[in-house]
């Protein structure tokens, strides 16, 4: 496997449900991101881990729990989720903090909440 | 206020035509980048172009050129000769240096290539 990998590719939950969500980056990389892309709205950054650290989360709701066990692993963990959370959500890495580094996307994992 | 505008939601070109994407963005920071990534109807975010914003030159990979205009703040995506696969939406994205790892995407704009 290459690059960045997340699974599974689509999930359909209901609200009482909880699931996780994971990523793995074949890349060397540092820094692991989660992105969450709604129809209609841009993507939006919800977490940001260096060196398996959080060092950034955007005003997440407590019902997304990320996880970094090591820098090539990452979760999200899914519970009591709502219907507007239905989204792609998208797993990025990078090498490291630098600006002009460029964050390597996977394929995503199309939610749907029932 | 928005940090990256793409004002096209959509657009068609003929198969070979040059086409050229719109971006502009607003910051107050003296150091920043400025991405293009495409996403084809699977998914994944495909990093296409990247542009400094100490970079004198505009940069360039293969057909797709960035005509970076700093004093205008915009930093359209030119494509050349474009191709039936290059329908995708193309997103701009910009990360400041006082903006941690964050990228700002901005609404995108469809790409549709006719044969």
């Known amino acids: 496997e290459t690059g960045v990998t997340q699974t599974p590719r689509h999930l359909v939950m209901g609200m009482t449900n909880k699931k996780s969500l994971k990523c793995e980056q074949h890349?060397?990389?540092?820094?692991m991101y989660w992105y969450k892309q709604s129809a209609k709205k841009p993507l939006e950054l919800m977490f940001v881990?260096?060196?398996?650290?959080?060092?950034e989360n955007n005003s997440v709701p407590s019902r997304f729990s990320p996880e970094c066990p090591n820098s090539s692993h990452l979760f999200l963990h899914l519970h009591t989720l709502q219907p507007e959370d239905s989204a792609l959500y998208l797993c990025?890495?990078?090498?490291?903090?630098?600006?002009?580094?460029?964050?390597?996307f996977g394929p995503g994992t199309r939610l749907l909440v029932l | 206020a928005q940090k990256i505008t793409q004002t096209q939601p959509g657009m068609f070109v003929q198969e070979k035509e040059a086409v050229t994407l719109d971006c502009t963005y607003d910051?107050?920071?003296?150091?920043?980048?400025l991405f293009w990534y495409k996403q084809p109807s699977s998914g994944e975010m495909i990093f296409l172009i990247y542009?400094?914003?100490?970079?004198?030159q505009n940069a360039t990979e293969g057909r797709y050129s960035l005509n970076f205009q700093k004093a205008r703040k915009s930093a359209n995506l030119v494509i050349s000769a474009s191709q039936l696969g290059d329908s995708a939406m193309y997103f701009c994205?910009?990360?400041?240096?006082?903006?941690?790892?964050?990228?700002?995407f901005g609404q995108g704009t469809r790409l549709t290539i006719n044969p």
């Open positions: 890349l060397g990389h540092n820094a």
């Open positions: 910051t107050s920071d003296q150091s920043y980048g």
């Open positions: 881990y260096n060196f398996k650290e959080q060092t």
């Open positions: 994205a910009m990360r400041e240096v006082g903006g941690a790892q964050k990228l700002v």
């Open positions: 542009q400094g914003s100490y970079d004198e």
């Open positions: 990025a890495s990078s090498p490291g903090r630098g600006l002009g580094e460029t964050q390597y």
